[in-house]
Each structure stands twice: as structure tokens, then as C-alpha cells.
């Protein structure tokens, strides 16, 4: 990742610090308010979201990392907690597998998390996957009180949705016993950051372009001068999009994990009607690039791969068609398919501007010229009476 001054460096060094790419946020896509999931799990009450800004606190953010299981889009993550990482460690292991999280008093070793709330189903799913059967949760006995949030409901829930997918075959948390005593080991600390030698050398290039800017401007830091140069609101030509982070895991695992016959598996394929226009406006802002857009001087076209849905529904309220259509996924082969071509029309260019339209039958210019011809013949009708 690119550090854009040092104090983001700084939160990157943090515990289990919360790493926000609003540009991903379908929010700032949309230009609409369609998702307040992020907020409306935080236990600290630290994030705001506008169809401009996803607003992080960081004076309340207590590192729990909640919100990124529950951001469809991916435009949350931690410096500390990565789903392949966390799994990785997981499989590596040769005993009974502890989990802490980081409230835990309890002695020995196991693995520590920031909090029981970052694990979803897709990610014990794709554990699961892994042969890993058995799971003991220590530090549940600190959640009524605990500043991150009490995560026994929502650990009742992944245990349901668990079971719907895979009944009595799905890994088994366990809460730890009172008076657990744990045999010494070594730990694993997953709520902490991880930085390699490059963002390392990147953190100290950060260090000392900030110095350098108080040197020649006293009085005005580095994130000062940057707000100077922000719009008033969010724009973009060109969306950056990327796999899920909890989703991807599941996905190279499917065939692996032990589904129940006839369950409703937890992706969406999505369809157009004919009255889609090959716009683009969503292959161009979805997230994940479930749905993709191309174009060349001959075609544009609009394809979609299951496997990177994560549902967010970003391209159903955008379309000025409503030409989405929406349908469950009851099979692994409609996931594993591959991409799909939704739609594909030809494109000519405008023989007046030279842009790039969609050419109807016997079309030369493009709709925009069109509109202006039109109004040129009305005005001289009425200059010529």
C-alpha cells in the first residue's frame, strides 16, 4: 500500500488498526446513501458515512475490526487481522486450536484475534474447509463489560448460520472452561499490524516528509496541507476494483466444504434484462469486479462472475433500467462457472464528434450531435417563419 503521509504510517502500527478506502465504499460510488452496515455495527459509534466521506474516529475506534466482515464492498480493513492470514494459521496448526481474543486472561498459547466479532461464516466456513473441526474461545466471560462490544450474539449467529450450511459437520466453537489451565505455548498475534521491509522503508520515508514540511512551513503539518487541496465532494473517473476479502477464501475452498444438499449457498447470480443499454454505470462501479465492463472501437460489453458477488446491491440501484435481475445461487457450478457476458452491443464512432456510441441500425451520429441537430432545424424553422 502507498502511505500518504506519516500519520496513516502511524495507524498502520497501531494494534488492529482500521485501514478505511472510502473510494471503494458503494456510497461514494452510487452518489447515494444505500449501506450504513459498518456504522450500524460499531460497537464505539466510530464511523460516519455520507455519499462523500466514510468518517473514521479515531479517537473512539477501539481496533475491534467489527465493520469488516460486514462491509460488502471491502472498503474496510485491518493492519492486524487478514482473513488468508488468520486461515493460514489456522491449518498450520497441530493441536486443538485456542482462540483468544484480545481481552483473554487466560494463560497458554493459541492464536489471538481482536475480537470474536471479526469472524463471519464465510471465513469458519472456509476453516472448515480446511479440516479444522474443533475451535475453544477463551476471553467470552469479558464481553458484557468489554469496550469492543459484546460478541456472544453475534457468535450466535454465525454458529446458526453455520449449521444451515453444513448442519452437524461445520467447525465447533466451544467456549472455553472458567478454570481453563493452559499448558505454555507460543501465541500467534493476529490483532497486531504486520509490515514488511517495503512499507517499513515507506513508514520512514513518511517520518521524515513530515519533518521536512514543519522545517519549511513551521506551524503547518503535512495532513493540514492536504485537506487544503480536497474537493468540496467525492468524485472519480476511474473505480478501482478488488476481490473480497472474506469472500475469496470461501470461494478457492467450495468444493471442500461440506455443504447441506439443497442449501442456498451464499452468493447471487445476477442477470439483465433486455433493457439494458450497455451503459456500463455498474460493470464500471462494482466493487469486487463481479460485474465488469469493456470496451473497444467495435463492442462494449457487460459480463459478471458469481464467485466475486458479495450482494452489496450497488448495481440494481444505479441502473436507470432496472435491468438487474437477481436470482440465488443452489449450486457450486453456477459459482465456479467463471464469467459470464451479460450483454454486448456495437459501437460505432460519431461521424460529427468522433465519440463512441451505441449505433442502432443505420445510426451515423451519436445521440448528443443528434439532439443538437434536432434543435438547429427547430431554430431555423422559426427564423424562417
Same mark, same amino acid.
Given at each position: ?101 484480545? %481481552? ?16 463471519? %461464516? ?8 480446511? +479440516? ?34 453444513? +448442519? ?24 497486531? %499490524? ?20 514543519? *522545517? ?50 451464499? *452468493? ?9 443499454? %450497455? ?107
Amino acid at each position: 500500500m502507498q502511505f500518504k503521509d506519516s500519520k496513516q504510517a502511524q495507524d498502520l502500527l497501531s494494534l488492529s488498526g482500521l485501514i478505511v478506502d472510502e473510494e471503494m465504499c458503494i456510497n461514494l460510488r452510487g452518489r447515494m446513501m444505500l449501506c450504513n452496515k459498518c456504522h450500524d455495527h460499531c460497537p464505539s459509534e466510530a464511523l460516519q458515512l455520507s455519499i462523500d466521506a466514510v468518517d473514521l474516529d479515531k479517537e473512539k475506534c477501539t481496533g475491534c475490526n467489527t465493520c469488516m466482515s460486514h462491509c460488502d464492498a471491502g472498503a474496510l480493513r485491518s493492519s492486524g487481522f487478514i482473513p488468508d492470514r488468520f486461515l493460514s494459521t489456522l491449518s498450520g496448526m497441530d493441536e486443538a486450536i485456542h482462540l483468544h481474543c484480545r %481481552a483473554s486472561q487466560d494463560k497458554g498459547g493459541g492464536i489471538v484475534i481482536p475480537c470474536y466479532q471479526v469472524l463471519d %461464516a464465510r471465513l469458519m466456513a472456509a476453516a472448515t474447509a480446511d +479440516g479444522i473441526t474443533e475451535i475453544t474461545l477463551h476471553g467470552l466471560e469479558h464481553c458484557e463489560s468489554c469496550e469492543m462490544g459484546d460478541a456472544r450474539v453475534s457468535l450466535d449467529e454465525l454458529k446458526r448460520e453455520l449449521r444451515d450450511w453444513m +448442519g452437524d459437520q461445520a467447525v465447533q466453537l466451544h467456549r472455553a472452561k472458567k478454570q481453563s489451565r493452559l499448558s505454555p505455548g507460543q501465541r500467534n498475534f493476529q490483532d497486531q %499490524a504486520v509490515m514488511d521491509r517495503r512499507s517499513f522503508l515507506r513508514f520512514g520515508g513518511a517520518r521524515t516528509a513530515q519533518a521536512a514540511a514543519k *522545517w519549511l512551513v513551521p506551524g503547518m503539518t503535512m495532513e493540514e496541507e492536504d485537506e487544503q487541496d480536497l474537493l468540496p465532494f467525492y468524485q472519480a473517473d476511474d473505480f478501482q476494483q478488488r476481490p473480497s476479502f472474506y469472500l475469496s477464501p470461501l470461494v478457492h475452498r467450495i468444493r471442500q466444504v461440506p455443504w447441506i444438499q439443497q442449501v442456498e449457498l451464499p *452468493w447471487q447470480v445476477r442477470t439483465v434484462t433486455e433493457s439494458c443499454t %450497455a451503459c456500463l454505470s455498474c460493470g464500471e462501479r462494482c466493487p469486487t469486479g463481479a460485474l465488469k465492463s469493456e470496451q473497444t472501437n467495435e463492442h462494449r460489453s457487460l459480463s459478471f462472475d458469481a464467485a466475486l458477488c458479495t450482494d452489496c446491491q450497488l448495481c440494481e440501484s444505479i441502473c436507470p433500467e432496472q435491468a438487474l435481475v437477481v436470482q440465488p445461487v443452489s449450486s457450486i457450478e453456477q459459482v465456479v462457472a467463471g464469467r459470464m457476458v451479460l450483454n454486448r452491443v456495437r459501437q460505432a464512432s460519431c461521424v460529427q464528434c468522433g465519440s463512441l456510441f451505441v449505433a442502432r441500425t443505420g445510426e451515423s451520429i451519436c445521440q448528443v450531435c443528434q439532439n443538437e441537430q434536432e434543435l438547429d432545424d427547430e431554430w431555423l424553422d422559426i427564423l424562417s417563419g
